[in-house]
């Protein structure tokens, strides 16, 4: 069974740094394409970064572009997102999603729990 | 950036009835190159993350029931509930992976009448 854990979220001042961590397992993580998609409370989904396999292939949203960094450490069978320079938008539940492909456009077949990330003085 | 909508907003439909959800992309999801619409429709229950049902426009997720389906193709697609179940109480978002940035409709809320 696919199961992806994230971890890492809490509260955080803005302009501070945050990482977020997410757990893969059931699958074979370093054959698939994974995303961050993210969701402010009691709003829609929001689609933040991806990264291929091999991260060959890499993009960002606009709105966090320069701020966060996507990467995957295959042989830790792990996603993670580095969030720099916080923001108050930056506050929402944060999921970390498997795609259905190897590669970066791609849907999300499997979805995390999702780690709360609050961006707050 | 394609920018997805969706209607209605809210729907509220008798069990065992039809329910029809709409969803529009602001410019072409299809890549000619390979005939593929790249529009996913997810199902979020309250307190759940989403869950996969379409992706391809039209293609079943494994598990998912075949009062499941997908439609349409270009700008224009449709989720069809042919028979809502009480389970199925749910937001709906679409979804273009065609370009990025990879974005969502806003969700059709679906209720029992």
Known sequence: ?121 | DIVMTQSPDSLAVSLGERATLNCKSSQSVLNSSNNKNYLAWYQQKPGQPPKLLIYWASTREFGVPDRFSGSGSGTDFTLTISSLQAEDVAVYYCQQYYTTPFTFGPGTKVDIK
């Open chain 1, 1 to 121: 069974e696919v199961q992806l854990v994230e971890s890492g979220g809490g509260l955080v001042q803005p302009g501070r740094s945050l990482r977020l961590s997410c757990a893969a397992s059931g699958f074979s993580f370093d054959d698939y394409a994974m995303h961050w998609v993210r969701q402010a409370p009691g709003k829609g989904l929001e689609w933040v970064s991806s990264i291929s396999r091999n991260s060959g292939s890499i993009v960002y949203a606009d709105s966090v572009k320069g701020r966060f960094t996507i990467s995957r450490d295959d042989a830790k069978n792990s996603l993670y997102l580095q969030m720099n320079s916080l923001r108050a938008e930056d506050t929402a539940l944060y999921y970390c999603a498997k795609a259905g492909c190897s590669f970066t456009f791609c849907y999300v077949n499997k979805w995390g729990q999702g780690t709360l990330v609050t961006v707050s003085s």
